[in-house]
């Protein structure tokens, strides 16, 4: 899943300015909806891309996933300029978030949902001018 996200933005990105690290085993293994998932991370990656492009400058993006007895952890970063102060405001609001101009500021907002739709939390962990670090939690025993 994690490979298919990264190949399709590095098709978009074309040559040299964005760089992928992907730190995920193999044989890791999360119980969620397939679809779901890759349209979060999707969108995680796409905006990291976009706010590092968008500098003009290379960056990097990080993908890392693992485990842990009480569920499955998956973090995004990227080394872009960070996130505004409006969009930090209402990062998970619909139409509120965006910070790229034509953008609707739904794409957040959908990723969060989707999230809670498996009880779990997607959380911004950090941003700032050394760049955005997102981190997605997903339990292993559902809410009943």
Known sequence: LVADVVESEKVAVGEGSVEFLVD????????????QLHRVLTNLVRNARQAIEATRRPGTIELAGGETEEGWWIRIGDSGPGLPERAR???????????????????????????RGHVGVLELLKTGKDGTEFMIRLPRALAA
């Open 24 to 35: 995920v085993a193999p044989s890791l293994a999360i119980r969620a909806d397939h679809e």
């Open 89 to 115: 405001e209402h990062l998970y609001q619909p139409f509120q978030g965006g910070t790229r101009r034509g953008g609707t500021g739904l794409g957040l907002a959908i990723a969060a949902e989707l999230v």
